[in-house]
T-cell receptor
Framework: ETGVTQTPRHLVMGMTNKKSLKCEQH?????MYWYKQSAKKPLELMFV???????ENNSVPSRFSPECPNSSHLFLHLHTLQPEDSALYLC????????????????FGPGTRLTVL | AQSVAQPEDQVNVAEGNPLTVKCTYS??????LFWYVQYPNRGLQFLLK??????LVKGSYGFEAEFNKSQTSFHLKKPSALVSDSALYFC?????????????FGTGTQLKVEL
């Protein structure tokens, strides 16, 4: 798990707060991902960044705002969240070959447990 | 659209016995299949993947999985379970003919290994 780190590990915030989740990968990968994991549900892919460009946004509400300043760092900025946004937020990274995403394996961080009051 | 089904929410097995965690998939093209494990309060750890070739894939911690195209299954197996194998297991699939980086995950199967 030291390959992908996430901070903070736990976060409690009110609905009017603004906070940010941070992810850092030390694997030399060129793609990064945000997932949401809620109880009894499949992992939900939120955003994908490839070579620092957002290539996928799965209809995520605008109260979630991603930022990828370079290939090693990924942020998820949070504002005016709702209680149903409480979940484990997982970051992942992978190495996509120049010919396209065929054989890449995604490696996950430990997650940030978010509670919205 | 691609999908993955893990029909069992929980699997219980005695330590030393073989274990199987089931996964079936549906894709429009060739499947690209993964197994991940998640321990409490941890992220997902990669176990193994099937791309092409031998239908029996060997992975970390003594786990293996068998790809069966006719049954569209990719069951995870281990010959002798350990108490430390108790965790949440996820199967995932990506359709490589569709391109992109999206993995579709199952809902997970909780494995409980008891003494």
């Amino acid at each position: 798990e030291t390959g992908v780190t996430q901070t903070p590990r736990h976060l409690v915030m009110g609905m009017t707060n603004k906070k940010s989740l941070k992810c850092e990968q030390h694997l030399g990968h060129n793609a990064m991902y945000w997932y949401k994991q809620s109880a009894k549900k499949p992992l939900e892919l939120m955003f994908v960044y490839s070579l620092e460009e957002r290539v996928e946004n799965n209809s995520v509400p605008s109260r979630f705002s991603p930022e990828c300043p370079n290939s090693s760092h990924l942020f998820l900025h949070l504002h005016t969240l709702q209680p149903e946004d409480s979940a484990l937020y997982l970051c992942a990274s992978s190495s996509i070959p120049s010919g396209g995403a065929v054989t890449d394996t995604q490696y996950f961080g430990p997650g940030t447990r978010l509670t919205v009051l | 659209a691609q999908s993955v089904a893990q029909p069992e929410d929980q699997v219980n097995v005695a330590e030393g016995n073989p274990l199987t965690v089931k996964c079936t998939y549906s894709v429009s093209g060739n499947p690209y299949l993964f197994w991940y494990v998640q321990y409490p309060n941890r992220g997902l750890q990669f176990l193994l993947k099937y791309i092409t070739g031998d239908n029996l894939v060997k992975g970390s911690y003594g786990f293996e999985a068998e790809f069966n195209k006719s049954q569209t299954s990719f069951h995870l197996k281990k010959p002798s379970a350990l108490v430390s194998d108790s965790a949440l297991y996820f199967c995932a699939v990506r359709d490589i003919t569709g391109g992109g980086n999206k993995l579709t995950f199952g809902t997970g199967t909780q494995l409980k290994v008891e003494l």
